[in-house]
């Protein structure tokens, strides 16, 4: 059974950093591609970035590129996001999602203070 774990969330100032990390288990992690959604308070769940089994190609969504970074260890089944520039807008509950097996986390609170 697919199982994803959010960590890393936190507190940051505007302009400061955070490193989500998200580690996957009961499935060929290398396998697939895997992604960052986040969801703020009233709002809907939002992709924000996501990558290829290989690590090719990832995918921004337009308010985080140039700031936030997608990379995944396949040796040891790790999904990450560092996030760089932080700004108010990005608070929100990050999600990691595997959407071959339609699986999330648990979700890890992200709150950037002005």
């Given at each position: 059974q697919a199982k994803l774990v959010e960590s890393g969330g936190g507190l940051a100032r505007a302009g400061g950093t955070l490193r989500l990390s998200c580690a996957a288990s009961g499935?060929?992690?290398?396998?697939?591609?895997?992604?960052?959604?986040?969801?703020?308070?009233?709002?809907?769940?939002q992709l924000v970035a996501s990558i290829t089994n290989s690590g090719a190609n990832p995918y921004y969504a337009d308010s985080v590129a140039g700031r936030?970074?997608?990379?995944?260890?396949?040796?040891?089944?790790?999904?990450y996001l560092q996030m760089n520039n932080l700004k108010p807008e990005d608070t929100a509950v990050y999600y990691c999602y595997a959407s071959r097996f339609?699986?999330?986390?648990?979700?890890?609170?992200?709150?950037v203070s002005s």
């Open positions: 499935f060929t992690f290398s396998s697939f591609a895997i992604s960052w959604y986040r969801q703020a308070p009233g709002q809907e769940r936030f970074v997608i990379s995944r260890d396949n040796v040891w089944n790790m999904l339609a699986t999330w986390g648990q979700g890890t609170q992200v709150t």
